[in-house]
């Protein structure tokens, strides 16, 4: 009778509510990994030091969208990390996490993570995303050429420090003239990044940019008014008149020659 006790005790489910969003496990799926933060409080030594809500509720203030990595470490035995190309709003309403982001969870659940070094990126693929947003941003100027956009500050793009849940895709994160559903889709799949990378290497970005004369990009640090939107970066593409050979164009004109 004793041992079918301690085994129903151990096979007890959860509810683990990390910053508003509920999972749901056993308790002998965290406890067996000791070391860590979530395993050593559901240790039956720790009993009293647990403060359950609503029965079998425990409440974390920290990132439910990253917590879903940390649970499936308890669950496989290691950390399977987002994709990198997959940086968008998924099918389910999860908005995917930046690495920087899984890694301060990791740290406060204090998951280790040297057997899973190599699923991190390389600095290899780290430079690919970097070049494939900057591709992007080269593909977005083309795009506003074939628009016949011009004229200083006319078109912005809002990059949000951190991108916003469940609501309409121009601010996931960033913000388009109207009707720039173009450039939306191109920028997609950098939503969760596209931030950081303009923090880290924006100055190089923008100087590439600028050795053309005909065309002018800066970039301007924001605060918004909602806190949960963090800061925002704003890109103001400018493209002069000379950026569109206009003589050369009206050459080719059929309607016009």
Not at 108 to 135: C, M, R, T, V, W
């Amino acid at each position: 009778m004793i041992s079918r006790m301690s085994s129903s005790n151990e096979d007890e489910r959860i509810i683990l509510n990390v910053g508003g969003i509920k999972y749901e496990t056993y308790k002998s799926t965290l406890a067996a990994y000791p070391n860590t933060f979530l395993g050593a409080m559901f240790q039956e030594r720790n009993q009293q030091l647990r403060h359950p809500t609503n029965g079998n509720e425990y409440f974390f203030d920290r990132n439910g969208y990253a917590f879903r990595y940390i649970l499936e470490f308890y669950r496989n035995g290691k950390l399977l990390l987002p994709d990198s190309k997959d940086n968008d709003i998924s099918g389910n309403g999860l908005t995917c996490v930046s690495y920087k982001e899984l890694l301060q969870e990791v740290d406060y659940f204090q998951i280790p993570i040297e057997d899973n070094l190599e699923d991190f990126p390389s600095n290899e693929e780290l430079a690919k995303i970097l070049d494939g947003f900057i591709q992007t941003l080269k593909k977005c100027i083309h795009h506003l050429k074939r628009e016949f956009v011009k004229g200083l500050y006319q078109f912005v793009i809002v990059f949000y420090e951190v991108p916003c849940i469940n609501i309409s895709l121009e601010v996931i994160n960033y913000y388009t003239a109207p009707g720039n559903n173009t450039i939306i889709k191109l920028l997609k799949p950098y939503s969760a990044c596209a931030y950081s990378i303009l923090d880290l290497y924006g100055d190089k970005i923008i100087d590439k940019f600028n050795s053309r004369d005909d065309l002018y990009i800066s970039l301007i640090d924001c605060n918004v008014p909602s806190p949960a939107h963090g800061k925002v970066k704003v890109l103001h593409i400018y493209l002069d008149a000379s950026f569109f050979d206009i003589e050369n164009v009206l050459k080719h004109s059929k309607e016009l020659n």
